[in-house]
């Protein structure tokens, strides 16, 4: 039986659309926020909201207490955790289960194991999963490094063994590049908390694709693949524009891609959504594992797009222990783009008061916004303000429906990268589908 009342551990627009199935299957809907976020439009359109503490996340978003005694006091019934924060915390997720509340998500077990990159990738290994050739355990001295990048062969990609987002991942073609990306990496690994910094050096595929697949693990033990979704329009390692399906995947490849996505799934017993990610070789047309995302995705609604498959629901139905089957069918072509508070030539975030807000409406658009006109988006968090996603019948259809629609989207007050779209839409690289991960980085260069 699904929980009457549920408490969304998140902001902005995430929030804001997991608040709204919630509201839709006729559950309670619970949010809590920030000072300043106390306008946003998350906060008025729950049923009850609840003040977390200041504007610093670690003294509101994150501060695990103060998010249970909300839930505690508002009699919220589950959590769900959306994606950041604390959505990939098992200890989080322990503390809520203790508590008495019913988790929305996967168990902490799944969260630990494909938590740390490494550990995750020698399970995939172990699994029969594709892995690119790398280290099996922590590197954590520059000495080590240098060894470990001989061994493998440069180029060498260099990441910290936990956290997300691209943050701390550096390209080494050689060892003086080696010893720069190793001291970024370290870095961002101290500010993930790791007392001793815990590094990944893999092999580095050139000219990539980055190809993900949405999967649900269901009560009755069950892995099922919703298809994938194409991530390779990034910036700075970081995604923004995402698509289904994927315009450089072969059947062949993609009937793999998918196989080895949900044995990833069953390896940790997974439950709930979930996505695993993968690089494509353009080159040597085949992929490697790259890490599993144990969360709702940023871009899920592309996958609810073309497969009419509310996720947000199926992770309600699953956490409340409904079983039933999962018979998927996708049809049609759809594609997300991140809008930003940030400038769109380097990328900078550009917060500030939003004056003027006005969303695209026609055939196939659905906007998943967490600000409107009045609103202030603030240096404390993400600046993704909203995403402009676009279903059409066909690639070409939702790419024109989405021309239309990044003109239509007019945002004033804070610097944003609508522009950006509007570019890529008319690069021949982007149009045909032959593009990879560089595709953005060769635009401004």
């Not at 390692?237 to 289904?244: M, S």
């Not at 996505?261 to 690089?279: D, N």
């Not at 609810?304 to 309600?316: I, N, P, S």
């Not at 917060?351 to 658009?365: A, C, S």
Request: a negative charge.
């Amino acid at each position: 039986m699904l929980s009457e009342s549920v408490l969304v551990a998140n902001r902005g627009e995430i929030a804001r659309r997991i608040l709204r199935t919630v509201r839709r299957l006729g559950l309670r809907a619970v949010a809590v926020h920030s000072e300043a976020d106390a306008d946003l439009p998350f906060v008025r359109e729950a049923d009850e909201a609840v003040l977390l503490g200041p504007a610093e996340p670690a003294k509101s978003y994150l501060d695990v207490e103060r998010v249970l005694a909300a839930a505690r006091s508002t009699g919220a019934e589950a959590v769900h955790p959306g994606y950041g924060f604390l959505a990939e915390n098992a200890a989080f997720a322990r503390a809520v289960t203790a508590t008495g509340l019913t988790w929305i998500g996967p168990s902490p077990e799944a969260v630990e194991a494909m938590g740390d990159k490494i550990n995750a990738r020698n399970l995939m290994e172990a699994a029969g999963v594709p892995v690119a050739d790398g280290t099996r355990q922590p590197v954590t001295g520059l000495l080590d490094a240098v060894a470990e990048a001989a061994r493998i062969g440069y180029p060498v990609m260099v990441k910290t063994a936990s956290g997300g987002g691209g943050i701390g991942m550096g390209v080494a073609r050689d060892e003086a590049a080696l010893t720069k990306a190793f001291d970024t990496a370290s870095r961002a690994a101290a500010r993930f908390g790791e007392g001793v910094p815990a590094i990944l050096i893999e092999r580095y595929i050139e000219r990539a694709r980055h190809v993900e697949v949405q999967i649900l693990g269901l009560v009755n033990g069950t892995v099922v693949a919703l298809g994938e979704r194409d991530c390779s329009v990034q910036r700075r390692h970081q995604k923004v524009v995402e698509e289904t399906p994927s315009p450089g995947l072969t059947p062949e490849l993609r009937e793999h891609m998918l196989k080895a996505a949900v044995r990833a799934g069953e390896v940790v017993a997974y439950r709930g959504a979930g996505t695993v990610e993968f690089l494509v070789d353009t080159v040597r047309r085949d992929f490697v594992f790259l890490e599993m995302n144990t969360r709702l995705q940023v871009e899920h609604p592309v996958t609810e797009l073309v497969t009419g498959v509310d996720l947000v629901e199926q992770q309600l139905r699953i956490a409340s222990g409904e079983s039933y089957p999962m018979g998927v069918e996708s049809a049609g072509h759809a594609v997300e783009f991140r809008v930003y508070a940030e400038d769109p030539k380097r990328f900078f975030p550009g917060p500030g008061l939003i004056t003027v807000w006005e969303e695209p409406e026609g055939d196939g658009v659905r906007v998943d916004s967490g600000y409107t006109a009045g609103n202030t988006v603030t240096p404390y968090y993400d600046p993704l303000m909203a995403k402009l996603c676009v279903y059409g019948e066909s690639r070409a259809q939702a790419l024109e429906r989405a021309r239309k629609a990044a003109e239509a989207f007019r945002i004033e007050g804070p610097k944003h990268n609508l522009p950006l779209f509007t570019e890529l839409l008319s690069r021949d690289e982007f149009v045909s589908g032959d593009y990879d991960t560089g595709l953005v980085s060769r635009m401004r260069s």
